[in-house]
């Protein structure tokens, strides 16, 4: 199979990908950029946030389940909109806890989870060093005590974030195309 036609396969059955993770994991660089080779819509969860919890973040409070069960319900509305016009789709939502992915997926075989996971001392330093961003990284800690990371059960795509953002993005395109030629393995799923 030459490079572009691979993309292509991936395309044919229309699903959403939540790209989950703390925050500074690489969400949104890494998911923009599988968003790009697909050829698939891409939103960042972020810009679904109200400005009022933006600057609660900002100021270095955490969001509780109640600040964040509006939002992603907004999220959750947004993928059901591309499965349910037959589009692929890419979005970014740190998605920490399982029963707000469970929200997010809405148990559809659809939506996948794609995990990026990293050790702290390394995202803290890119959090040092990330500019321009409202998400104070005082919170670090507090995303740490929050995830739960994804069990067997969510079939999710675990990566790696050491290597280069193109890499790490180039993993997970590299797992939903293994999948893609095993049919019988994902189903197709509702
Ligand atoms: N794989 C990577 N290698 C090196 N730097 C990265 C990688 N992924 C992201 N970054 C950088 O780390 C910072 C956090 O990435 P970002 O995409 O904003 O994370 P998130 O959306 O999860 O908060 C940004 O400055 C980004 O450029
Ligand atoms: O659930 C939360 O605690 C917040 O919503 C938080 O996760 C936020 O959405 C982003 O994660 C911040 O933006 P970055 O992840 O891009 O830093």
Redesign the pocket.
């Known amino acids: 199979m030459s490079t572009e036609e691979a993309p292509r396969r991936a395309a044919r059955a229309a699903q959403v990908l939540v790209v989950m993770?703390?925050?500074?994991?690489?969400?949104?660089?890494?998911?923009e950029l599988i968003a790009e080779r697909l050829g698939w819509i891409f939103v960042?969860g972020?810009s679904f946030h109200t400005p009022e919890h933006v600057a609660k973040m900002h100021a270095g409070f955490a969001l509780d389940d109640e600040d964040r069960a509006p939002w992603l319900a907004r999220i959750a509305a947004w993928i059901r909109q591309r499965l349910e016009a037959g589009e692929s789709g890419v979005v970014?939502c740190?998605a920490l806890r399982r029963a707000y992915r469970d929200a997010l997926t809405g148990g559809s075989r659809r939506v996948r989870i794609v995990y990026?996971e990293g050790d702290k001392g390394l995202?803290a330093r890119?959090?040092a060093?990330?500019?321009g961003?409202f998400?104070s990284p005082r919170l670090l800690d507090s995303q740490f005590a929050t995830l739960e990371p994804p069990g067997p059960e969510e079939r999710p795509i675990t990566v790696g974030?050491?290597?280069?953002?193109e890499?790490?993005a180039g993993r997970v395109i590299a797992r939903l195309e293994a999948e893609a030629a095993r049919p019988a393995v994902t189903g197709a799923g509702r």
């Open positions: 993770g703390v925050s500074g994991s690489g969400k949104s660089t890494v998911a960042d972020d970014v740190s990026l995202i890119r959090l060093e990330r500019q961003h998400m974030i050491v290597e280069p953002p890499a790490v």
